[in-house]
């Protein structure tokens, strides 16, 4: 299991939070949204460093008629809480809720879980974040690539600049050899495909 | 139970998507320091420090507004009609459109190009390119009129460009979209591309005292897609650089086929050496067809001319003119830094920012250090000409600007922001979110020289939540930065028209003083002019009727008009009297199928009027010129084919018929 400090601390707050809604559910929200609102003033006051450093996303826009992005689909998935707190980590969550068009290759917790005990952790530190990024990246691709389209043989070049390698038998795709495609959900900024490992990055030349 | 699990498992998600989108500061808010409004406050009456020049994308128009109020101060229509001022509607001006096509209503107008004297803005003209149907135009800006249109031959669409050098030798064009050239078989299968479809760029020269353009030469090209391009100045100037992508030359699909290559191209083009070869006769003329269309001022009018020859330099043939450096992932932005020594491209899928050096360049061109050739050309090694990456910048770099205190600013359209960085020591030194998907972007002065700085404006692509909603679509947002400190500050947010791609900024002295305030009547040589109450008249030459009217406030000379037909086509001539700054008289009439006229004082300008029934029809001024502008106004007659009403006019008389129809 994954037991990163800031993931660790965020599933406790959402337990907690679970709890709250499920015995109180208008406190509950009215708690989240005061809470927020304490969060911008004070940031407005300070003039913030954080939203200086952060790219500028669409993923706070209140929009709930529109086709999800690719974050919204993430985050309202089950299987993909890992990969939701690294996009988090890594700053991604902004980024991914823009434009794109991506392509974003989703392992499942699963495949985070089949990685060498402590890499995810590892990865998760602050001090790691390029790392983080960097595997991320290699996830993601500015393009939508279907899998109908998909050829044996057929590189895609990443965000990181890293390919990976499609094999396609009787209708199934694999990439870089490991990784199953085992399902595809459209999204208005792409197309997400869930896949069973983690695609771990070539060394940089 | 197991309901419920769902259950809560949507709560859940539901609450980590509030917590996703609620709990973090916001941005804009946050972002704005308590000074910004004052430094956006031009109090009224007061001018703005800077023009700025935008694009106007989709719109075809070019837009230009006072920085930093972000106030709008003009849309100058260039390539498409405009009836709010009758441009593309009069007699006078619809040539302007005029291309080898016939007549082309609207263009899509993507880059701005202000002259330039020894690389330093000097505020004469400002040029635009047609992406769809080629074309560049010149707006001058003594009177922010579209003065001439010039059409490309052998280009699909004119994207890279109008770039320009930095003593306005030449604008360029590079074709987006390779075709097969215009003078060869166009008939034939879209995926013999590889064999068959060619790229060009054009240098189109500026003439120094009038800025007429002339195409000079184009030099052919493998076929692959120019994207965008900036002239080398100082010591690379005589180069020209142009980023292209689709090396793969894929016919379709290009959103995968396009991007197969881990490298694409910045192609370096050394013109001084293609004017050589010109010179020596190296050029092929070919036969081609393109339109080139020339506003007067004195007649008032524009003409509009095929020409029929340009002359090609073939890169696969004559060497050392032609270079290409191999640059990551499809690059978009192709920009020099203000020494001239640094062109920056950027790979619009990559993160990351390679930075060529214009002196390891000619020293890789000098040692041959080549990896190879591409159709002919040779490819520079990427180590030999790289000066050194930004890394990690952010995600999907495109366009680079420069200020005066040696930082570059490069927009991020994947990851919405812009980043500041030394452009010696290629760090990161600032970055602030912009909203939002930030295309092009500006700095006063920051594609030439001597930069102005002071600020950076983003040109957004997408607007949803950042102003009151407006149905599906929103006006793209534009947003102002100052620079002037350690760190980009967000001071204003406003709306602009069309899709804005590139802009320019220039200091507003460099313009104003030039403004014109009217035009001469004793210079007007319209043809049609009436230059004083007294050549007012209304001629018939067969069934055409001219009409050379007056306007001065507040009355139409003449007002009343008989003895039209049915049948007939009427031109109504105006020619505005007054010799006053800002005060045009508009024209109008009822059931007109095309638009108003709008004519500046000492100008004249024609509506062309088909009357399709019988009947009387009221004109009208429609600029609200003055205390009686609701009195000027006026009436003509139709009578039916045949009708024996003879021409009669006047202004002021009771009795202007003598013959009934009845």
Not at chain 2, 127 to 142: C, E, H, M, S, Y
Not at chain 2, 356 to 368: C, G, P, Q, R, V
Not at chain 2, 405 to 425: D, H, L, P
Not at chain 2, 450 to 478: C, F, H, M
Request: glycine residues 8%; hydrophobic residues 35%.
């Amino acid at each position: 299991m994954i037991k990163p400090t800031i993931v660790l601390q965020k599933l406790i707050k959402l337990t907690i939070m679970k709890k709250l809604f499920r015995f109180f559910p208008i406190a509950a929200l009215v708690l989240i949204f005061s809470a927020c609102n304490s969060n911008t003033e004070s940031a407005t006051a300070t003039e913030t460093k954080d939203a200086a450093a952060k790219s500028g996303g669409q993923e706070a826009v209140q929009d709930d008629v529109s086709q999800k992005d690719v974050v919204k689909i993430a985050v309202g998935s089950k299987d993909h809480t890992t990969l939701v707190a690294a996009l988090k980590q890594a700053d991604y969550v902004d980024d991914l809720s823009n434009a794109g068009p991506f392509t974003v290759f989703a392992p499942t917790n699963d495949a985070f879980n089949k990685l060498p005990a402590g890499t995810v952790d590892g990865l998760m530190k602050d001090d790691k974040k390029a790392d983080l990024q960097n595997i991320l990246e290699y996830h993601v691709a500015v393009g939508v690539y279907k899998t109908e389209n998909m050829q044996d043989g057929q590189k895609i070049n990443m965000a990181n600049l890293g390919d990976i390698t499609l094999s396609v038998k009787d209708g199934k795709v694999v990439v870089n050899g490991t990784a199953n495609i085992v399902a595809s959900i459209p999204a208005a900024n792409g197309i997400i495909h869930v896949v069973d490992a983690v695609l771990l990055p070539p060394a940089k030349n | 139970m197991r309901s419920f699990i769902k259950t809560l498992l949507l709560f859940s998600a539901a609450i980590s998507i509030v917590w996703l989108q609620g709990c973090k500061p916001k941005g804009t808010q946050s972002a704005v320091s308590g000074d910004a409004a004052a430094k956006v406050y031009v109090a009224p009456g007061k001018y703005d420090e800077f023009y700025n020049f935008v694009s106007g994308g989709f719109s075809g128009q070019m837009s230009v507004y006072g920085i930093p109020s972000g106030r709008l101060l003009r849309v100058i229509p260039v390539f498409s009609v405009d009836p709010e001022k009758g441009y593309g509607y009069s007699e006078e001006t619809k040539s302007m459109l005029n291309t080898s096509h016939g007549f082309v209503p609207w263009d899509d107008l993507h880059h701005i190009a202000l002259s330039e004297t020894d690389g330093i803005q000097d505020g004469r003209w400002v040029f635009a390119n047609g992406n769809n149907t080629p074309r560049i135009a010149r707006v001058d800006l003594k009177t922010f009129r579209t003065a001439e249109i010039i059409e490309i031959p052998n280009s699909g669409g004119n994207h890279s460009s109008p770039f320009i050098t930095e003593n306005s030798e030449y604008v360029i064009a590079g074709t987006r979209f390779s075709i097969p050239m215009d003078n060869s078989n166009g008939d034939v299968p879209i995926n013999t591309y590889k064999s068959n479809f060619k790229g060009t760029v054009s240098f189109v020269s500026v003439d120094k005292t009038s800025g007429n353009m002339k195409i000079a030469f184009q030099i052919l090209m493998p076929g692959v897609n120019f994207d965008l391009a900036r002239a080398g100045k100082g010591k690379s100037h005589g180069w020209m650089f142009f980023s292209c992508y689709n090396s793969e030359r894929a016919n379709t699909l290009l959103e995968q086929n396009a991007s197969q290559k881990d490298k694409d191209f910045i192609i370096a083009v050394n013109w001084k050496k293609a004017e050589e070869y010109l010179k020596a006769g190296k050029g092929k003329k070919e036969s081609v067809k393109y339109a080139h269309n020339t506003y007067d001022e004195k007649k008032h009018s524009a003409t509009s001319a095929i020409e029929t020859e340009v002359t090609v330099l073939d890169s696969k043939e004559l060497a050392d003119m032609v270079y290409m450096m191999p640059c990551p992932k499809s690059p978009h932005g192709c920009d020099t830094d203000p020494s001239g020594e640094y062109i920056v491209a950027s790979g619009k899928l990559a993160a990351t920012i390679p930075v060529f050096s214009f002196t390891k360049m000619l020293d890789a061109i000098a040692n041959k250090t080549f990896e190879g050739e591409y159709e002919g050309i040779p490819v520079l090694k990427y180590d030999a000409v790289l000066y050194g990456e930004v890394k990690k910048p952010g995600l999907g770099p495109l366009h680079t600007e420069f200020d005066d205190k040696g930082f570059a600013y490069t927009s991020f359209f994947v990851s919405s922001e812009i980043v500041k960085w030394n452009v010696k020591t290629l760090e990161v030194v600032d970055r602030v979110p912009t909203y939002y998907s930030i295309g092009h972007l500006s700095v006063p002065g920051g594609p030439t020289r001597k930069p102005w700085g002071k600020y950076v404006i983003a040109y957004n692509k997408i607007t949803k939540d950042r102003y009151l909603p407006t149905g599906p679509e929103l006006s793209q947002s534009a947003q102002l930065y100052s620079i002037e400190g350690d760190k980009m500050k967000l001071l204003l947010d406003f709306p602009t028209i069309g899709e804005p791609h590139y802009a320019e900024a220039i200091p507003a002295e460099l313009i104003m003083k030039n403004s014109q305030k009217i035009y001469k009547i004793e210079e007007n040589q319209n043809p049609f002019a009436a230059l004083g109450d007294k050549y007012a008249r209304v001629e018939r030459k067969g069934n055409e009727v001219h009409v050379y009217m007056t306007s001065i406030r507040s009355h139409f000379t003449p007002d009343n008009i008989e003895g039209v037909k049915m049948g007939d086509i009427v031109y109504f001539h105006i020619t505005n009297l007054e010799q006053d700054w800002d005060m045009p008289h508009g024209f109008a009439v009822k059931g007109a199928n095309n638009a108003e006229l709008l004519v500046m004082p000492g100008e004249t300008q024609t509506l062309a009027w088909k009357p399709e029934r019988v009947g009387i029809f009221p004109f009208y001024c429609t600029d609200f010129c003055s205390a009686l502008h609701q009195e000027m106004q006026g009436y003509i007659r139709v009578s039916p084919a045949g009708s024996n009403v003879p021409i009669s006019f006047g202004t002021g008389k009771t009795d202007t018929t003598s013959v009934a129809t009845k």
